[in-house]
């Protein structure tokens, strides 16, 4: 499998910007993937496969240097939105959402709003069991950053030290919570950024291309559906699924000839996902829908 989403796991600013990596896949697969940050080889199977839908907070917002997109904090989950988590399924995806703006206002060096958003990450860390990965240190590096790469480093850092403890406490369910969260917000994120459908944009196939990305992380919820939190956030993912659904996937006859750029995603290598300015607007409202309930969020 070859992939832009390079070693993807869970975490913090994890389960956000899904969209802006994309993997394709290869029949030839031997079932490994490779670490692009450490150079370790994990072997994908069907008990961490949800482990790896995510890219890294850095690969994630790659897309800003292109300058597509322009920042705006009306994106943002609003920060006493946080207050309304009360049970542990929401302050957990909840964690995730405030994770992807955490990653998002990062990404555009928004340093005073990023320290703002950290504050509320680390206060629902302690609420979910994840306060020792925020530590003294990792407070004080925020603090010290003086760069738009330093800041998406400390982000990036975080992310896999939370990885690594949830995976080392045979935490799941949390993880699943976590990403669905962040892959929410994410989408919501770009998905109010862009605004209107243009034919042949790039970020709107970035969109489309996560059609691929959204049924992996159906399967993998699907695989502890016996859990009740993991079922109801199966029930509050199906107006997204539904559009979802309704995306072609077309051949392509000549794949020498289509040069897909930016995150485009060719699955298989000869096919593209097609989305319709009809689709685009109607995912883009059942997005919102799913984004405001989970975020606690009236707008």
Same mark, same amino acid.
């Given at each position: 499998?070859?992939?832009?989403?390079?070693?993807?796991k869970f975490?913090?600013?994890?389960?956000?910007?899904?969209?802006?990596?994309?993997?394709?896949?290869?029949?030839?697969?031997?079932?490994?993937?490779?670490?692009?940050?450490?150079?370790?080889?994990?072997?994908?199977?069907?008990?961490?496969?949800?482990?790896?839908?995510?890219?890294?907070?850095?690969?994630?917002?790659?897309?800003t @240097?292109?300058? +597509?997109?322009? =920042?705006? /904090? $009306? #994106?943002?989950?609003?920060? &006493? %939105?946080a207050?309304?988590?009360?049970?542990?399924?929401?302050?957990?995806?909840?964690?995730?959402?405030?994770?992807?703006?955490?990653?998002?206002?990062?990404?555009?060096?928004?340093?005073?709003?990023a320290?703002?958003?950290?504050?509320?990450?680390?206060s629902?860390?302690?609420?979910?069991g994840?306060?020792?990965?925020?530590?003294?240190?990792?407070?004080?590096?925020?603090?010290?950053?003086?760069?738009?790469?330093?800041?998406l @480093?400390?982000? +990036?850092?975080? =992310?896999? /030290? $939370? #990885?690594?403890?949830?995976? &080392? %406490?045979?935490?799941?369910?949390?993880?699943?919570?976590?990403?669905?969260?962040?892959?929410?917000?994410?989408?919501?994120?770009?998905t109010?950024?862009?605004?209107?459908?243009?034919?042949?944009?790039?970020?709107?196939?970035?969109?489309?291309?996560?059609?691929?990305?959204?049924?992996?992380?159906?399967?993998?919820?699907?695989?502890?559906?016996?859990?009740?939190?993991?079922s109801?956030?199966?029930?509050?993912?199906?107006?997204? @699924?539904?559009v979802?659904?309704?995306?072609?996937? $077309?051949?392509?006859?000549?794949?020498?000839?289509y040069?897909?750029?930016?995150?485009?995603?060719?699955?298989?290598?000869?096919?593209?996902?097609?989305?319709?300015?009809?689709?685009?607007?109607?995912?883009?409202?059942?997005?919102?829908?799913?984004?405001?309930?989970?975020?606690?969020?009236?707008?």
């Open positions: 499998m070859k992939t832009h989403f390079k070693f993807i975490g913090i600013v994890l389960s956000m910007l899904i969209y802006f990596s994309a993997c394709e896949n290869d029949n030839g697969n031997n079932g490994n993937e490779t670490d692009s940050l450490s150079g370790n080889v994990i072997e994908i199977n069907e008990d961490n496969l949800i482990t790896y839908l995510i890219p890294s907070p850095k690969d994630m917002f790659a897309f @240097k292109d300058g +597509n997109l322009e =920042y705006s /904090d $009306i #994106v943002l989950n609003k920060k &006493e %939105n207050d309304k988590f009360l049970d542990t399924k929401s302050k957990e995806v909840g964690f995730g959402v405030y994770s992807a703006d955490l990653a998002y206002v990062a990404a555009f060096n928004q340093t005073s709003t320290g703002e958003y950290l504050k509320i990450v680390e629902l860390s302690d609420k979910i994840l306060g020792s990965v925020f530590t003294e240190k990792l407070i004080g590096r925020f603090k010290e950053v003086g760069s738009k790469d330093s800041l @480093k400390v982000t +990036n850092d975080t =992310y896999y /030290d $939370i #990885v690594k403890y949830l995976e &080392e %406490n045979g935490r799941n369910t949390s993880l699943s919570l976590i990403s669905v969260g962040g892959w929410v917000e994410s989408l919501y994120i770009v109010v950024l862009q605004g209107k459908f243009e034919e042949d944009n790039n970020i709107i196939q970035l969109i489309a291309d996560q059609k691929n990305i959204f049924e992996n992380l159906i399967l993998s919820l699907e695989q502890k559906e016996s859990d009740p939190n993991i109801e956030i199966l029930n509050d993912l199906k107006p997204i @699924k539904k979802y659904d309704e995306l072609e996937v $077309i051949k392509i006859e000549n794949p020498t000839d040069n897909p750029t930016g995150s485009q995603i060719m699955v298989g290598g000869t096919t593209k996902i097609v989305i319709t300015k009809e689709q685009f607007i109607k995912l883009k409202k059942s997005i919102a829908e799913v984004r405001n309930n989970l975020a606690g969020s009236s707008v």
